[in-house]
């Protein structure tokens, strides 16, 4: 500071002397001066219909000012404005008929780029779980309010039967709709659901802008898998996806095929799955229902990505499996019988009840029954040695009584494999047994051994017979 | 759980023909005392509890039995004895639908805990005991497993009225169908090459599957062994070898058996075989309704969709969206395939498509049957709640 403006202007850390105006924390950004801006104009109904368009401009123009809402005694009666011009102008837009003129359009746009693209603040709670905690809503409630109405502004906007696509596609451009997509970050769920409806009709009505937006969605989608595991518009984003997929065109295109593949299946792995699950499946559902030729391939996908440690969402995956398999031709399931039923038959098998109890419930679904029965000679036989074990060995008395219920239930489909099944089994654990025994009974001749040859050699190395008889032993096999 | 090889009354495979021959006239004389007369209506004529039990019902409780024969890891000597009391003593009494599962299970019970009696006889005899000693399975487990709905001291008491209307000696082991299989098993294996011998293990789940079948009550013990051991050996070798059609010539002599009641006993067997030996289904009369029990916690998330409630509308590919449209309820929109329930399913199914919770677990609490099938007798009218894990 004390040396010459020479070196002011190289030193990088010298501050301005002029104070920088405080930037707002909360999304809304003021105003700065001016309450004469916002004065109070009259109302729509009260003028006459030559004078009508003019006016909802210099409203909307209005409108785009912003306020300080963490202040709560500021401008209050510009606030108050604000909010009742925001309520009069959902209803003018509404009930009006010829009011969405040509210039209207950009001036709708502004308002609503002012009032709701803004960068979402980072969150406060960075430990947020979105299951346990409730989430953190901005600022204050007049301020939500006005947010709300801008977007339910927005729909009706969207929704009018006066909206006509032709012009609003000047308005409502690729631009405007990537910043859409990067508010369904925001925390709060209120916000997520008007995104979700308005992104749903802009989608609707912009064909020209569908691939763009698919792309983008996958674009946040894979970000999201495979970089940061954080996004809260998931769900929603899945949402308005269940009704696109719901809506193709048969036969259909490559490029949905891979969606599938290539992000809907990896969604399955991300650790916040019950956030969203229930519309995943939903999504997944719908394309089976489509074109049940990717049966195999989703099936083969979520047995790739089987959780291995958590069970929870073992539970949701199994819930997932049962729906899919609702909607199954027999034809398709006769390929993936076998590797599914070989998980299944793990899952019976897990220690942790609610697993088991889901995977043995699958047998309570008539469709699934009629499609295990049909193919009974290739699943029973992979089902079988699990059942039959834990029938004896599990823990939870309610998984013994269903494991009895599906027994019972085998036993009714095909007496004879069934019988042919049990035989086998029990030869076979005899056989096992009786191999224990010989192994226990050769390791204890080795102690002996051993303890012999030392006694007898101490100074000698006693590797050399034990090495011989262990190269004879038959190697364990692994349970 | 190992089992020893089917013992019956210490009858090993031993080739002492001389010593086989006694027991086979022993069997033959003690034949009638055990012979059930099994004269059960083939149809319900009034059904509920004033009703009468039908060969159907019969039929199905046997094959619960079955089932729990297998569950315990118990030999066919324990289900043939079973089902020989439980025939034995419907014979002799009317007993109503609702008691049948008690009487089944009593016998089962009954028939276990004499069999593990004379193995502990039997083992006692000799000096060393091979494999794990057999356990007797608990009257309440056996309840709670074969979800028969009464109470362990409802088997206890059934028991002591079964044991005392047969006037059931504890040391006297009854004469059944499998005695005789045992007995002609040996006596063949005494004189045929091995080559030649049919499987005992294999004619025994066979033998299991004809006195599941209430017909089988027709035709005397001795005659029924000798018609399956017939027909397993006729259609095991395509050409009937001279040796055995001999051996068999001479074992239907020495068995007593004649000819015309072999040949409709052998009509009777080749027909309950023929479904079992083409891996058929079961018959639907006899299958078990089964309760399906689950803990809470897994109610409340069967299914990922269910929490699903209002779902957007539909986006034409290539189309543009309609002008105005209301969120509508899933079931509208989504063509989700509902199946009907099939009229002869007996196996107990959820209301289709997404029960809420409250549905199901009033649908689990208020589980009556009511199908046509009369499988009351298995539920009784206790309502049980579902288990909380």
Known sequence: MSAGPLVDKIDPFKRSPKKKPKKSQGSSRYHSGSEADLQPLPLLKDVPAGEQEELFIRKLRQCCLGFDFLDPVADLKGKEIKRASLTELVDYITAGRGVLTEPVYPEIIRTITSNLFRTLPPSDNPDFDPEEDDPTLEASWPHLQVIYLVYEFFLRFLESPDFQPGIGKKVIDQKFVLQLLELFDSEDPRERDFLKTVLHRIYGKFLGLRAFIRKQINNIFLRFIYETEHFNGVSELLEILGSIINGFALPLKLEHKQFLVKVLLPLHKVKCLSLYHAQLAYCVVQFLEKDPSLTEEVIRGLLKYWPKTCSQKEVMFLGEIEEILDVTEPAQFIKIQEPLFKQISRCVSSPHFQVAERALYLWNNEYVMSLIEENSAAIMPIMFPALYRISKEHWNQTIVALVYNVLKTFMEMNSKLFDELTATYKTERQKEKKKEKERDELWRKLAELEISHRRREPSAKTNATGGVALAKQSPPTLK | ?389
Not at chain 2, 181 to 192: M, P, Q, V
Not at chain 2, 225 to 232: C, I, N, T
Not at chain 2, 348 to 367: C, I, Q, V, Y
């Open chain 2, 1 to 389: 759980m190992e089992v020893p090889m089917d013992v019956s009354g210490g009858k090993s495979s031993c080739p002492d023909v001389s010593v086989l021959m006694q027991s086979l006239q022993q069997a033959l004389a003690l034949e009638a005392k055990f012979q059930p007369k099994l004269q059960l209506p083939s149809t319900a004529s009034n059904t509920g509890e004033s009703g009468e039990i039908t060969s159907a019902m019969r039929d199905g409780a046997a094959h619960v039995l079955r089932c729990l024969k297998v569950w315990y890891d118990l030999p066919s000597a324990v289900l043939l004895d079973a089902l020989n009391m439980m025939d034995r003593f419907m014979s002799r009494m009317k007993a109503r639908p609702k008691h049948l599962s008690c009487i089944a299970i009593s016998s089962f019970h009954l028939a276990a805990c004499q069999w593990v009696e004379r193995v502990k006889k039997n083992s006692g005899e000799t000096s060393s005991i091979s494999g794990p000693l057999q356990v007797v399975p608990e009257p309440q487990d056996l309840v709670t497993i074969s979800q028969c709905k009464c109470t362990a001291g409802d088997i206890n008491r059934m028991e002591k009225i079964v044991e005392a209307k047969l006037a059931c000696l504890p040391q006297e082991e009854p004469v059944t169908t499998l005695t005789f299989l045992n007995l002609y098993h040996a006596l063949l294996s005494t004189t045929l090459p091995a080559a030649l011998q049919p499987d005992l293990l294999i004619l025994s789940c066979k033998l299991e599957t004809i006195c599941c079948d209430a017909n089988y009550a027709a035709f005397p013990s001795s005659v029924l062994a000798f018609a399956l051991l017939f027909v397993e050996m006729k259609c095991h070798q395509t050409a009937i070898e001279v040796i055995s059609r001999d051996v068999l010539l001479e074992l239907q002599r020495l068995a007593q058996v004649k000819d015309d009641m072999l040949n409709e006993c052998v009509r009777m067997v080749s027909s309950v075989m023929a479904p079992y030996d083409g891996y058929a289904q079961s018959n639907p009369s006899h299958r078990q309704r089964l309760t399906w029990k689950l803990s809470r916690r897994t109610l409340k998330q069967l299914r990922p969709t269910e929490k699903l409630v209002n779902v957007l509308p539909t986006i034409e590919e290539n189309r543009q969206f309609g002008q105005v449209q209301k969120r509508s309820r899933r079931s509208r929109l989504t063509p989700h395939k509902v199946r009907p329930v099939s009229p002869g399913a007996v196996l107990s199914t959820l209301p289709l498509p997404f029960p809420t919770k409250e549905d199901l677990t009033s649908f689990f609490d208020n589980f009556v049957a009511a199908s046509p099938y009369s499988f009351r007798f298995l539920y009784g009218l206790e309502e049980e709640s579902p288990s909380t894990a």
